[in-house]
């Protein structure tokens, strides 16, 4: 979720769900030891329950960076062992370190040494074309060595040998089955399972047989779908109780934040799939494409958007009425 789960991008979800547990995007020890430090760590409040997730392989570094999470206030420290792209790769984190499982529990032990909040590992079934679980196996008993509790579990395998990162998000099959049965073999431990998710109703299925899920991409790009995690889940009224509504909630952060120099369009690029398949929605995101970079835009233009879309929404609503008179 690199670029994409930014703090603007958080606040705007909290929005949705009061319980849902958010994560940064993968943040390197690199950018965080040597680069803008306050612009990586900075969260609202109203983001708890929020998560740092960490790429990197140098236990020290890790441990550096774990405090500065826990010196910031965040909840949990994430350890991505999954991403396959090749820029981590050549950094030597993300999915490759399945294949280096010691020197996962080395960071994993570093950090738990460094700071009182969980620290957790995120990671694939396996990587390339090895169709065994052992890889997987051995790295979950390496890091349940440490004192790691909390697993989350990416069902697919990560084919470093010639795939995108899109198609590793694609092509590898999901195997859920194998994410069960880790948890049926590791039953002390909490098993979250992430990948391939699309429904409240797909999610509730997996928690018969792991602890929690992740929803990724799909919730980014789809966000009214996190509006059905509070009643669906956790069996209480949704926060909101309409997208207008979530970008009325939303838009004293936006005045604030552009108030103190935040480009409108970094917050409103979030936002742009809040009206994904409902009457309008193409009229919501080319209103904001196109008007949020015009010289003097200001918080305005997310109102107008939303008065476009509301006359289209009410307008279709209004035809289906008639239709079935």
């Known amino acids: 979720m690199m670029d994409l789960t930014d703090r603007h991008a958080r606040a705007f979800l909290r929005l949705l769900s009061r319980h849902t547990r958010l994560y940064t995007e993968m943040i390197t020890t690199g950018a965080l ?56 790769q050549s950094g030597r984190f993300g999915a490759c370190l399945m294949a280096e499982p010691s020197l996962v529990a080395e960071g994993v032990a570093a950090m738990r040494a460094a700071v009182t909040i969980p620290v957790t590992v995120k990671t694939r079934i396996g990587i390339d074309r ?3 679980t052992d890889r997987l196996y051995t790295l979950v008993e390496a890091v349940r060595t440490t004192g790691c509790r909390t697993l989350i579990i990416h069902a697919r395998k990560a084919w470093l ?41 797909a999610c509730a299925e997996q928690l018969r047989d792991v602890d929690g899920v992740m ?29 207008a509504d979530v970008i009325e909630r939303f838009m004293p952060y936006v005045i604030a934040h552009h108030r103190e120099g935040v480009p409108v369009s970094a917050m409103t690029r979030h936002i742009l799939g809040l ?51």
């Open 130 to 132: 090895d169709e065994t």
């Open 33 to 88: 030891i040597h680069g803008d430090r306050q612009r990586f760590l900075a969260f609202d409040p109203s983001e708890h329950p929020v998560a740092i997730q960490l790429g990197g392989s140098d236990p020290a570094e890790l441990a550096t960076c774990a405090r500065m999470a826990e010196d910031a206030g965040y909840d949990e420290v994430n350890l991505n062992v999954g991403c396959p792209s090749d820029r981590v």
């Open 215 to 243: 929803l990724g991409r799909e919730a980014y790009y789809n966000p009214w779908l996190l509006a059905s995690v509070d009643p669906v889940l956790f069996g209480e009224p949704a926060p909101v109780a309409s997208r």
């Open 275 to 325: 009206y994904q398949a409902v009457p309008g929605a193409r009229l919501w995101r080319r209103t904001l494409s196109e008007q949020v970079h015009r010289p003097g835009t200001g918080p305005d233009v997310i109102r107008a958007a939303l008065a476009h879309v509301e006359s289209r929404s009410d307008k279709a609503n209004s035809d289906e009425r008639l239709a079935t008179a």
């Open 161 to 201: 040998d010639g795939l995108s990162p899109k198609e590793n998000r694609e092509i590898p099959p999901l195997r859920y089955p194998v994410v069960h049965a880790l948890k049926r073999d590791f039953p002390e431990l909490t098993i979250v399972v992430n990948g391939g998710l699309s429904t409240i109703e």
